[in-house]
């Protein structure tokens, strides 16, 4: 199969399945789950497609060049380890989606459910198949933005958003840690490809950067996953709907940050610091949250504990590193994704049929769920690690790796400290199945008293994995153990590793004395709480006082606020002059401290006289300057001098034999003016004197210090020699652009990712302005007073000029834009002049009269103008593609059409046609908007300066 498939498999439900369920959510519920289903069952299928030869070792990868210079590529791989999350991520998803559909009653939104569970999907997808390390990076936050959406997706409820918000500030700022870690390592090796960084171990540990660089990934690990001290913000991510808990909380999204310590593990093998700090905080994790578990009295909070313990089993595994050690890690993975997901499913059972899951009210349940109690007792008794059932290879396999890697009193510390969760985990296991279903009568606090089984459609998939929990742990080496295997190679790179061999029975050994001490103690130490129910009592809460995760961060972020609104109060006072006096004074300050101690004088390089066009000119620009000071309290005529230092600029580069960058400061100097004067036009005219003698003095110290620096700094490097790059762009404007004018080829070819932006960030702020001008009108924001026109139609004489204005000006901005990759123009320019011909009907003919004309009531038309020059740059980029070059490399070719002669084509006019149309539709929207707003103000009182 086309080795393409990779991206595909993670579209399907990025784009495909989002889309699809938006659109068929006006038929019906069924339609819609039946379409997140069939989506994410397709991923499964390709997935499944390629397991025989990825299992045999085959590893298949797939890149397209993005910004290879900065490192980030389109890099995609499926190797053992990749495919084994992969499967879990859509395996588990296909059957949370068919759970979610009996779960989530009809007032409430299932398409808005599965678009985010399909985000999240898609974004793990990406984590898993990523080759990439900041495309894993991007994959990585798009899972805490999903997850943040799908915790909070009860609105309304405090819980909810506060848990989400917890959430994605935890996962949030791990993920900052980890964006440094992996710019860290991109800088120590050269590369972000995961695939390359595998083989380099060796220099990667070997740098002074190694210990920064692991500590920072560890923490991005450590926070995804649920890790102390960052534990907290998972059990308080229990408000969400129970199939999101059961898919995040359990299969995909917590087990993201044991994928990426599993991932990179060859590159921190072997590094003694990373093997204490993961094996520690690992074991450390796994017995606190075991032993907080059985005091919880949430049933979802009970199970959110329990998933931080057995993570931190994962990760004391995968911190051994050994290949049988992270052989255990990877059979666990599986295991604990198929107990307890299914676990989380049966408590939303619970809840969903008996109206609570406050475990002080339940009991007695069995008599009406007596199939659930069934599978609640398979996957629960697969969670503590009982015997035929997965979780107790696994743990056998963990207490045997643990006793095998450790030595001395290390080792018999370890060794207490997993027998002591093993019997924490008996303990609340033990208490969700004797609690719930058999201690006592039915509860009296039940609220639905006449609960009774759920439909077959929400008990088939925990019953499907309460099944695999006992196949697997009757026959593990048939079902999964060539899986764990291939795993564990792909993990460690260790392709010599000859696999372990997964039995039921191992013999008399320590480690399974060590489950027997923890089954046993953990029943009596479960039944000595209980007696009496005295366990429904006990709360920790009063013990750990102000310790507890929960507290000490929202004491944190009350700090942080508070401290924050100091901070504001003090400097955010309203006053223009006071912001641009701290931005300039730490902008001085921030050149100088550097500079100052330096022996910096003029350089050696041999100076010119100044031409007597270029006095001239510095005397008109600071003739300007002055006039701009002098009148800088009158509005309109500030701007028009404004106008006039940008005519000064515009000599100045004509002089200098750069008529593109004439010719752009021209037009958009005369655009700029025209958009100014019609914003101030709905302020006063004046503004007002609020500068003391003092400051004023101050101010004018500051701005001639500023300007003396920015001189001085600028003499220096004239009077140096350095080395220009611009050697590099003459050369290869034509081998490489297809062009002759050099400033154009740079715009759209070279940089031509930077042009792309620009025009995206013109769009936008056409669009921001739009809305921010609706938004003052819908809340009846009073402006100024008295304007109620807009353009208005003007005198004959200039309707009559405006009439052969445009064609003309039409076929200039035509001729400027085709002539603009070879000699001075370009679709910016020529932009612009078609900007500002339209303006000139706006005044001509009126904004009505105008707009009516152009079919652009309201501004739609700029808007959809916008739009589509924004889709032509970028595809035009994207094409790139379908030949293996990067985003936006250019093609030119040379053409003999009949009687037109020898043509040159160059796939950049497309790009520079999507920003011709977007600087139009943005310059015409923004002229509308305005002009709009002049006509639709309220009238209120005048503004002080009137």
């Known amino acids: 199969m086309d080795i393409s498939v990779l991206p595909i498999i993670i579209l399907l439900p990025l784009v495909l399945g989002t889309t699809l369920v938006s659109w068929l959510k006006q038929f019906s519920r069924g339609v819609t789950a039946f379409a997140a289903i069939g989506v994410s069952l397709s991923s499964l299928i390709l997935l499944l497609l390629q397991a025989p030869d990825v299992f045999n070792g085959h590893v298949i990868t797939q890149t397209w060049a993005w910004l290879p210079e900065l490192g980030l590529n389109f890099s995609f791989r499926l190797d053992a380890l990749a495919l084994l999350f992969a499967l879990l991520i859509t395996g588990i998803g296909t059957l949370i989606f068919t759970y979610a559909y009996y779960y989530l009653g009809p007032k409430n939104s299932l398409s808005k459910l599965y678009v985010l569970l399909l985000l999240f999907m898609a974004a793990m997808l990406g984590i898993s198949l990523s080759n990439n390390l900041i495309l894993l990076l991007t994959f990585w936050e798009l899972t805490s933005i999903s997850s943040f959406l799908l915790v909070g997706y009860w609105s309304n409820y405090d819980a909810a958003q506060r848990g989400s918000r917890m959430a994605l500030t935890i996962t949030g700022m791990g993920g900052l840690a980890m964006l440094g870690g992996f710019v860290l390592l991109g800088q120590m090796t050269g590369t972000y490809e995961i695939d390359q960084l595998l083989n380099m171990s060796d220099q990667i540990q070997s740098h002074a950067l190694f210990v920064p660089m692991l500590l920072l990934v560890l923490l991005g690990a450590f926070t995804k996953s649920a890790q102390f001290p960052f534990h907290f913000w998972l059990p308080n991510a229990m408000a969400a709907p129970t199939p999101v808990s059961a898919y995040l909380h359990s299969a995909t999204m917590v087990k993201a940050g044991i994928f990426l310590v599993a991932r990179l593990l ?17 074991l450390f994790t796994l017995c606190m949250a075991a032993f907080f578990a ?27 590193g050994s290949p049988l050690a992270v052989a255990a890690a990877i059979f666990h993975i599986i295991n604990h994704a198929t107990f307890k997901a299914a676990l989380f499913m049966i408590a939303g059972i619970i809840d969903h049929e008996s109206g609570t899951r406050d475990l002080r009210k339940l009991s007695g349940l069995w008599q009406l769920l007596p199939f659930t109690a069934t599978l609640t007792m398979i996957t629960a008794a697969s969670m503590a690690g009982v015997p035929l059932t997965n979780g107790f290879l696994s743990k056998e396999m963990f207490f045997t790796e643990l006793l095998a890697n450790l030595s001395g009193p290390i080792m018999l510390g370890s060794a207490v400290m997993a027998t002591l969760a093993g019997i924490f985990a008996v303990a609340y296991s033990t208490r969700l199945v004797h609690g719930i279903f058999f201690d006592g009568p039915l509860g009296k606090n039940v609220p639905n008293k006449d609960a009774h089984e759920p439909p077959f459609g929400m008990r088939a998939p925990a019953t499907l994995l309460a099944l695999l929990c006992i196949a697997v742990g009757i026959l593990p080496s048939l079902l999964v153990e060539n899986i764990v295997n291939a795993t564990a190679r792909a993990s460690t790179q260790n392709f010599a590793f000859e696999g372990t061999h997964l039995a039921l029975w191992h013999g008399i050994n320590a480690p399974l004395f060590m489950s027997i001490i923890a089954l046993v103690g953990g029943l009596l130490f479960y039944f000595a ?10 709360d920790l809460d009063p013990y750990l006082g102000k310790l507890q995760g929960k507290l000490l961060f929202e004491d944190a972020l009350k700090q942080l606020l508070q401290s924050a609104r100091k901070i504001k109060r003090s400097t955010e006072t309203g006053s223009l002059q006071s912001y641009l006096f701290y931005i300039i004074v730490f902008a001085i300050a921030l050149v100088a401290l550097p500079l100052i101690f330096q022996d910096l004088g003029t350089g050696t390089r041999q100076l010119t006289q100044a031409p007597i066009l270029a006095i001239v000119l510095w005397l008109l620009l600071f003739s300007a300057c002055w006039m701009m000071l002098w009148f800088h309290h009158e509005r309109i005529k500030a701007v028009l001098i404004s106008g ?5 600029v515009t000599m100045i580069f004509v002089g200098l034999s750069a008529p593109d960058l ?17 914003s101030l036009s709905l302020l006063p005219q004046l503004t007002p004197y609020e500068s003391s003698r003092s400051r004023r003095w101050r101010d004018a110290i500051i701005a001639i210090g500023g300007g003396f620096a920015v001189g001085w700094i600028a003499w220096l490097i004239m009077t140096r020699d350095h080395h220009s790059i611009s050697w590099f762009f003459l050369q290869q404007s034509i081998p490489l652009g297809g062009g002759t004018n050099v400033v154009n080829v740079i715009l759209v070819d070279f940089r031509g990712f930077d042009t792309f932006g620009e025009i995206t960030v013109l ?9 921010m001008m609706d938004g003052m009108r819908a809340h009846g924001t009073t402006i100024t007073q008295g304007l109620t026109y807009r353009f208005n139609p003007s005198p004959l004489m200039l309707r009559m000029t405006a009439s052969w204005i445009l064609p003309l000006a039409l076929v200039v901005s035509v001729y400027i834009f085709l002539r603009g990759h070879n000699l001075p123009g370009g679709g910016f320019i020529a932009g612009l002049v078609t900007s500002m011909a339209l303006v000139i009907q706006y005044i001509a003919l009126g904004q009505d009269r105008t707009e009516q004309m152009l079919k652009a009531k309201s501004g739609r038309l700029y808007e959809i103008w916008i739009g589509t020059g924004l889709i032509i740059a970028g595809l035009s980029g994207m094409g790139a593609w379908f030949w293996g070059r990067p985003f936006l490399t250019s093609a030119h070719i040379y053409v003999s059409p009949p009687l037109l002669g020898e043509m040159h084509l160059a796939s950049a006019a497309l790009f520079d046609l999507g920003v011709y149309i977007t600087v139009v539709g943005a310059t015409m929207l923004l002229i509308s908007v305005l002009g709009d707003s002049r006509h639709s103000t309220m009238t209120g009182p005048v503004p002080k300066g009137k």
């Open 294 to 320: 059985i005091f919880k009295e949430d049933l979802k909070g009970l199970l959110a504990y329990s998933t931080i313990s057995h993570l931190g089993l994962i990760m004391c595994l995968l911190g051994i």
């Open 662 to 678: 004439a010719l752009t400061q021209i037009t958009v100097d005369v655009v700029t003016t025209v958009l100014l004067l019609m």
């Open 266 to 282: 060859p590159i921190f093998a072997g590094a003694a610091l990373f093997h204490n700090i993961v094996t520690f905080v690992g």
């Open 644 to 648: 006039a230092v940008g005519l000064v």
């Open 763 to 771: 769009g936008i702020a056409a669009i921001g302005a739009l809305c």
């Open 529 to 538: 709480l209980a007696k009496g129910g005295r366990l429904r009592e006990i």
